[in-house]
């Protein structure tokens, strides 16, 4: 995300997602550890993050956190942690450029203690006109922006992989461009079927 729009007014929307957050939290994707810094009450924090170049950036922001932070270098689609081991799984802009959302969710949905709530801020597809523009330049976007889609229904994925999305609102994401400014932010929660 652009360095202008996180210092300006995305951070302040992290904080109020994650700086509450208590016990073992998971964030899925954590590239360079925009969200360390909001986490205030966690026990523990374990940032995932596959792309190397990103990861070695994690140490510093992990240090300089409130909270413990532990990097682990892995995929979100074949996480190295047991079954019902995170009270929490964080996803920020994240759900956009994986190449396989639903196994990424089934994973989520596996690492959570069962009631464990899946924390989303994402962009999505917007509704009426900009949705048009946004089908349009996925493909350009997805090759530019490190497999970025513009034109994901992420709540709507999310329910279906088996967690309750009442808690997940849409929003407008402060700072970002016309088409990334629709999101969806809130908690969805791990089902028990
Ligand atoms: C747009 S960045 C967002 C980074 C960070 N979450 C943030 O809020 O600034 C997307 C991140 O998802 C990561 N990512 C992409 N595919 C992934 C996968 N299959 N498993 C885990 N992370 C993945 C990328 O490496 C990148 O760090």
Known sequence: MARGSEERELGARRHE???GLTGDVLEIGAGTGASLPHYEHAAR?????????MAKRLPAKAAAARVPVEVVEAAAEAMPFPDESFDV?????MLCSVVDPPAVLAEARRVLKPGGRLVLLEHVLAEGRMARWQERLTPL???LAGNCHLNRDTRAT???AGF????VERTRLPGLTPLTCDGVQGVAIKTSS
């Open 17 to 19: 997602l994650l700086g």
């Open 45 to 53: 924090v374990v940032a995932l993050e596959p792309d190397a170049s």
């Open 89 to 93: 799984v964080v996803s920020a802009f």
């Open 141 to 143: 976007h997805r090759k």
């Open 158 to 160: 999310v329910a279906a």
């Open 164 to 167: 309750d999305t009442a808690g």
